[in-house]
């Protein structure tokens, strides 16, 4: 046991004991390091060990806090996914999410979009204003193929918080995070190639393997740590598995983040196999705690890892700016790009820049991730309330997605007929699955302003939840 | 004989007896009538009939004109590409050309940019700056997945002049034409397919088959009336064609304009194969005549035209506003959209939309019309004095580029490592071919504002082209 565990494991025991108890504020790094006669960095890596077990967390400004105490059946479960590759279906069902938006009164509790209402966003427009406003017309010729390399060399710099040293001719800019995804999984396989995914996995990637023809081989998934590397590794010695499609941080939908010693050990089962691996990192910036957690990216040696990401969750979906670090496939990945859409928008690209260089980017990633921390947790408080006895909830330390598992009497696809009356929709959890598990999952978003509204519509998913589990009981009688 | 074409029959005989000269004005639709007592939509057809043919042309405000003699020899060969399906290459010629933007000081004269400087635009600027900084933050998220329904509906107005009957809900829009053209051959084709293209063809398509896997059967297209239908319907005799990929609207880069005859012919030879046709009519707005040409997809009457086209070559390729009216194939087509790049940048489609809407596209088309036709005989004055006797050179009845055939001593590839020393750079034939064929040919645009330095560039092409055709006699003696 190195050091570190040890300090680690004496504050686990004292949280176990109820020494400090849930809210509580934990001792300073400085307390730490006085009384258990360590050096800062130790100190700090034990609390660091403790908020990757979701016991603590931290909060700018405020110091290290005992995270609400969980009975351990309220974490989803483990997934169990078929153990073969499976074609995709779930289209209709993501059509339904992704297609209604405007003209549509319902209120879409399980979208995957940021909250567009912070004054922090504003000086975007203004720049975007200004940009269009100028007399200037080469905004609307084309930019280079790869991107704007003022973006470039921004995202460059960004990408050191997550532990990535790139240069800005390591990355492409993209139409979106979609675009990068889609690349990457293009220039990697051929129609009937089997690509391993963590489950439940962003739908929109599975849409993507869907359309390529590709065959999804779901991978075992643990709530709190991540895709099972032992699940993993067998995979790989059965199936010809062409890549590896991970969000391993702030997962979508199971919220959990790989400890970095798994992320670790991922790159290096790659590279046993030889296997390329996709990393959407699109939440990797909505981190509750700082620094935010290093990406797979930032352990790879040899350039196997296509990292993906982009603005969509941050600054907005609607702008299209996503960004990709292809690795050794770079020369692929240009390619495909310009086949798939040209040189990406121009304006969109050079705006974003600019409110990244200027700090509007770092400024408003404070204020949407100290709102979604809080809102995580009336969240969390309303679906306790609310939700049938047996329900699992998870809890991420970073984004704005909430995966809620149901008693398994519960299917929310049946669940969303009944809350169309009410003008409430979720996310079913089989949209997250190759061929429609986790019917009795959803996925919550709690990037809204939790207004009196909001909270009557998750007392309705949770009541008329109730009423399924109700009359599942009665039938069995 | 219908009565318009013994009209034309009369015409066409004074114009080839010199009885109305190049550059006369011919008489009026009215004169016409009275002369020869017939209706005025008889001679209205019999003056379309003789632009078609590119015999004369018709000037905003001025009436129609006879075009300048042409010996035959001046327009490029008919193409007499492989008789097999090819994979592509090149791709290292396009790179070089798409890549090559910014930190460049060479002069572009191959690309296929619009002039973005015409006063005409900047209402697009206003408005795109006004949506930007109006304090709503809701262009940040997503719209429709389909696209802007405001946007849809200016596309499916715009659309009537081109013959098309489309209700907004038929189209999609896109991230530029680009992802338009690959949606439509992605959603029709498996690896391994064949698709039959027009020869020389628009290298982003060609570059869309090499990144999907797909083989290129060039089918012989005449410089006059397109491609062969003779050839295509014994390919489609010989091959598992699966798609015909044309632009039969000023041709990119050969510059035709399929008859509407010989469109309506391709139609039903797709219908007796049952083939898709994917149509690209991105200059097809860009017409020196009044209607503008229909399009393939106004005679299709099953569904089987995907029709791909967007704003890039009349307000900036910059903003990435495609769109696509896909037929049967709709519902394909919005899974591939989604895989894509998910819903199309929100901001630019209601921009273009309200650009549209309050006539400022009607202007600016007016604007850039007049000048592309006036550069264009200002751009063939220049090539007959500077290039090397043999020459061929197309003539465009709408758009902005123009192929040039150079005797079979010049091999474009090479002139174009000459001309970097004098920062020139062309677009080589060979970019348009699956195989690199028509290396002695090459694109030029003449959107430019045609300046004394444009000029002097064009010189310099044709006299290091004239010094290659010198260096290949000498070595001969």
Same mark, same amino acid.
């Given at each position: ?11 686990? @025991? ?19 390091? %006085?009384?258990? @006669? ?51 279906? %779930? ?6 999410? !992704? /297609? ?8 879409? =509790? ?10 922090? $966003? ?22 280079? =193929? ?18 990535? $040293? ?19 999984? *293009? ?43 032992? &699940?993993?590794?067998? &995979? ?5 598995? *062409?890549?590896?499609? !991970? ?19 991922? !790159? ?21 705690? +700082? ?14 890892? $296509? ?24 020369? +692929? ?11 990406? &928008? ?15 980017? @770092? ?33 991420? %330390? ?7 598992? =149901? ?31 986790? *019917? %009795? ?11 009196? &509204? ?19 009981? /009665?039938?069995?009688?």
């Amino acid at each position: 046991m190195t050091r570190y565990e040890k300090v680690a494991a004496v504050l686990r @025991e004292r949280i176990e004991h109820g020494i400090y108890r849930p809210g509580d504020r934990l001792p300073s790094i400085r307390a730490v390091c %006085q009384e258990m @006669e360590v050096s800062i960095s130790t100190a700090q890596e034990a609390y660091r060990q403790l908020m990757d077990a979701t016991l603590i967390e931290s909060r700018p400004k405020s110091g290290y806090f005992v995270l609400p105490g969980r009975a351990p059946s309220v974490l989803p479960s483990i997934s169990r996914p078929a153990q073969r590759p499976l074609d995709i279906s %779930q289209w209709d069902q993501v059509l339904e999410l !992704v /297609a209604t938006q405007r003209d549509d009164n319902r209120l879409l =509790l399980g979208r995957g979009v940021p909250n567009l209402e912070y004054a922090s $966003l504003k000086p975007l427009s203004k720049i975007l204003g200004g940009l269009h406003r100028s007399a200037d017309l080469h905004g609307f010729n084309y930019d280079k =193929l790869s991107g704007s390399p003022e973006l470039r060399q921004q995202v460059a710099k960004l990408a050191v918080a997550s532990g990535c $040293l790139l240069h800005p001719d390591d990355i492409l800019i993209t139409t979106g995070c979609q675009e990068a995804l889609s690349i990457a999984l *293009r220039l990697l396989t051929q129609p009937g190639d089997v690509v391993a995914v963590d489950s439940p996995s962003f739908y929109g990637t599975m849409q993507i393997l869907k359309a390529s023809g590709l065959k999804a081989l779901e991978i075992p998934t643990d709530p709190q740590t991540g895709i099972s590397l032992e &699940a993993l590794e067998l &995979a790989l010695e059965q199936w010809p598995i *062409r890549a590896i499609q !991970v969000t391993p941080t702030f997962n979508n939908p199971l919220g959990y983040t790989m400890p970095p010693a798994r992320k670790r050990a991922l !790159v290096q089962l790659a590279q046993r196999f030889d296997v390329a691996i996709i990393e959407d990192d699109i939440y990797g910036d909505l981190s509750f705690t +700082q620094p935010r957690p290093p990406t797979i990216k930032s352990f790879d040696d040899d350039g196997r890892v $296509l990292l993906c990401s982009g603005f969509s969750k941050t600054l907005g979906p609607g702008l299209r700016v996503g960004w990709m670090a292809p690795g050794r496939y770079r020369d +692929q990945a240009l390619h495909m790009k310009y086949v798939s859409t040209g040189a990406s &928008a121009t304006l969109p690209q050079r705006a974003v820049a600019e409110f990244v260089a200027k700090g509007h980017y @770092e400024r408003h990633l404070r204020v949407a991730i100290r709102q979604y921390q809080r809102q995580r947790d009336v969240m969390i408080g309303w679906v306790q309330r609310y939700f049938p006895e047996g329900t699992g909830i998870s809890y991420p %330390q970073g984004s704005f997605l909430l995966w809620v598992e =149901l008693p398994a009497a519960v299917d929310c696809v049946r669940l969303n007929e009944r809350l169309a009356r009410h003008n409430v929709h979720v996310a079913p959890g089989s949209l997250f699955s190759a061929s429609g598990k986790f *019917r %009795q999952c959803l996925r919550l978003n709690y990037a809204f302003t939790l207004t009196p &509204a909001i909270e009557t519509a998750v007392r309705t998913v949770g009541e008329l939840a109730g009423e399924m589990v109700g009359e599942s009981r /009665a039938s069995l009688v």
